[in-house]
């Protein structure tokens, strides 16, 4: 049985501040690594694909993958009200199938 | 990225009657789609993979009689929530298969 695992929250923090993360998975065989971020009563939108290991930067955002630790990370930088959301992060295998999600957690930025 | 349209995006109806729900994939084929279920607070659950051509792969726990999904073309997979009931209220998303899943927006079902 997959299992991917995340900290429910709320994490808080303030406006501008760099707001991190985690995510830990179960099964090694875990190729893609994905980041969606799911405002209330609306379905997830993809913000972050990773899949080899170390860090992958789009704007704002930064990925961080260690497969030794099954460990896989999403840095928020300059924190904006806006990004107040839960934040899933999701495993699938080699074929791109068997998307395995986390509970997810609730990120809340204090203006 | 690839549009992935669901519709419609809230229903109401009564105990006892049926739903379809549509989702199609706009700009893409595609052999595989995913239908979730979202109860509040709480992750995405996988009920069913919907393959073109072929018959739906129904997670543990997830009736197939209840839930039918029909995938005709490499366009469009619907699901239908069968003698619906209260405790079927929920937030179902489709998704399509690609590197990435493109999620539907959604659809908010509410039985009364």
């Known amino acids: 049985q997959k299992e991917v695992e995340q900290n429910s929250g709320p994490l808080s923090v303030p406006e501008g501040a760099i707001a991190s993360l985690n995510c830990t998975y179960s099964?090694?065989?875990?190729?893609?690594f994905f980041w969606y971020r799911q405002y209330s009563g609306k379905s997830p939108e993809l913000i972050m694909s990773?899949?080899?290991?170390g860090d992958k930067e789009d704007g704002r955002f930064t990925a961080q993958l260690n497969k030794a630790s099954q460990y896989v990370s999403l840095l928020i930088r300059d924190s904006q009200p806006s990004d107040s959301a839960t934040y899933l992060c999701?495993?699938?295998?080699?074929?791109?199938?068997?998307?395995?999600f986390g509970p997810g957690t609730r990120l809340s930025v204090l203006p | 990225g690839a549009v992935v349209s669901q519709h419609p995006s809230r229903v109401i109806c009564k105990s006892g009657t049926s739903v379809k729900i549509e989702c199609r994939s706009l700009?893409?084929?595609?052999?595989?789609m995913f239908w979730y279920r979202q109860f509040p607070k709480q992750s995405l659950m996988l009920m069913a993979t919907?393959?073109?051509?072929?018959?739906?792969?129904?997670e543990q726990g997830v009736e197939k009689d209840k839930f039918l999904i029909n995938h005709a073309s490499l366009t469009l997979s619907t699901l239908t929530v069968t003698s619906a009931h209260p405790e079927d209220s929920s937030f179902y998303i489709c998704?399509?298969?690609?590197?990435?899943?493109?999620f539907g927006q959604g659809t908010r079902l509410t039985v009364v």
């Open positions: 999701a495993v699938t295998d080699n074929y791109g199938q068997n998307f395995v």
């Open positions: 919907s393959n073109e051509g072929s018959k739906a792969t129904y």
């Open positions: 990773i899949y080899s290991n």
């Open positions: 700009d893409f084929q595609a052999t595989t």
């Open positions: 099964d090694r065989v875990s190729q893609s």
């Open positions: 998704s399509a298969d690609s590197p990435e899943a493109f």
